[in-house]
């Protein structure tokens, strides 16, 4: 996969693929999603369903239905390597600000 096709993650989404290294349902994510950023980020249900949606239909994630009581959702190795390309672009995006802010703070 070329660097030039990969979508950067809303921060939402982010969060939510990073949530779901163990199978949750929707009120499991929003918690963890909210205790990850202690606090800063606390997904609506509106975000968050919308978001599955999506996830749901690019093959990030799948449905499970282990317990028919629940829907859990689970993070499939198309959405791990999503998760890991932007994790890369992340620190790639720290590492230029960091070296041009250092390069203007010693002026």
């Known amino acids: 996969m070329g660097n030039a096709k990969i ?4 921060e ?3 969060y939510i693929l ?3 290294q163990t199978p949750l349902h ?4 929003m918690q963890n999603v909210k205790s990850l ?4 980020v606390s997904l609506g249900a509106g975000t968050l369903y919308g978001a599955i949606n999506t996830l749901l239909s690019k093959g990030f ?3 499970s239905r282990a ?3 629940k829907k859990d959702y689970i993070i499939t190795e198309k959405g791990r390597e999503a998760l890991k390309n932007e994790m890369g672009r992340l620190r790639e995006l720290v590492a230029n600000g960091e ?3 250092e390069v203007k703070n010693e002026r």
């Open 7 to 10: 979508q950067p993650l809303t």
């Open 18 to 20: 990073l949530s779901l």
């Open 12 to 14: 939402s989404v982010f």
């Open 37 to 40: 950023t202690n606090g800063r």
């Open 67 to 69: 317990d028919p009581a």
């Open 99 to 101: 070296k041009i802010l």
């Open 61 to 63: 994630i799948i449905e």
């Open 26 to 29: 929707g009120y499991g994510i």
